[in-house]
């Protein structure tokens, strides 16, 4: 009888088709589902490197994300809109949808801080050296109240004494800053990526965003000033998963899953090269 012989070429070739019957390429992928991410629009640039970093250990998650206004996004969920998570830029969207029953309360995690800042575009020479002085503005560029860094600018403009404040300061309407403010000219906005763009373009002379918003337009943007905690209070951006009855058991642990990276080490370094405080 002959024996055979296998070469090493042989041998790697069985190997290697041995493996692949195995599926070892994928051995590291847990889920396999599509999700959907409603995220404030200040999260839009670091959200999109989160979700690249996350497939490098879950390839079979798509992630899409849809970015707007923490209040818009929390209207779409009240109203049925299809979602999977959702990542606010403040604490009262996430709690009103606690209040209905709409996110899963054990995913709810607080991700980072923020912080709210008076920028204008690069050479402007605007008089404003901050928020003291923003009514010497030729115009302003300001997020509505309903936008987590409108409100914010709010509570900062009534504890800094140049507004009147209300039992909710959210509900200051532009009008009455442009009033308070001597009647300079305001340009309400939608969400802070429309103040963003209104001020970078010199469309506004001065406007209020955050801190991370300025990533990748430094060429274009100067910081004025950095508002004190002491005046807008914390900025804690939460994510939870959203209740949502048609997702199938793999989209539900997916969503749980990227929640909980939103923590890790890995997305740490991501938002905090973005400009937001991890340490919370």
Do not use: W
Not at 7 to 25: D, K, P
């Amino acid at each position: 009888m002959k024996k055979k012989i296998f070469t090493a070429g042989t041998l790697a070739a069985i190997l290697t088709l041995c493996l692949a019957g195995c599926g070892g390429s994928r051995a590291d992928s847990k889920y396999s589902a599509d999700i959907t991410v409603f995220a404030a629009k200040s999260l839009n640039g670091v959200m999109e490197e989160l979700i690249t970093k996350y497939n490098e250990q879950q390839p079979d998650v798509k992630i899409t994300g849809s970015y707007d206004s923490s209040g818009t996004l929390m209207t779409q969920i009240e109203q049925g809109a299809p979602c999977d998570i959702f990542f606010s830029a403040a604490q009262k969207q996430m709690d009103q949808l606690a209040g209905e029953d709409l996110i899963e309360t054990d995913t709810r995690a607080d991700i980072v801080n923020n912080q709210v800042c008076v920028v204008t575009y690069k050479g402007s020479g605007t008089k404003v050296t901050g928020l003291a002085n923003i009514a010497d503005a030729g115009s302003i560029a300001l997020a509505d109240g309903t936008v987590p860094v409108g409100k914010y600018t709010r509570e900062a403009l009534v504890k800094s004494g140049l507004i009147e404040g209300t039992d909710d300061n959210s509900k200051i309407t532009t009008q009455q800053i442009s009033e308070a403010l001597g009647g300079v000219t305001i340009n309400e906005c939608a969400n802070v990526g429309a103040v963003t763009a209104a001020v970078s373009t010199g469309a506004n002379e001065v406007g209020t965003v955050y801190v991370s918003d300025i990533h990748g337009l430094e060429d274009k943007l100067d910081i004025l000033e950095k508002v004190s905690y002491d005046l807008t209070g914390n900025v804690i951006y939460p994510a939870a998963v959203v209740k949502n009855a048609d997702a199938s058991e793999q989209q539900k642990a997916a969503a749980a899953d990227f929640v909980k990276f939103l923590t890790s080490d890995d997305a740490k370094a991501i938002f905090e090269a973005y400009g937001f405080d991890t340490n919370l």
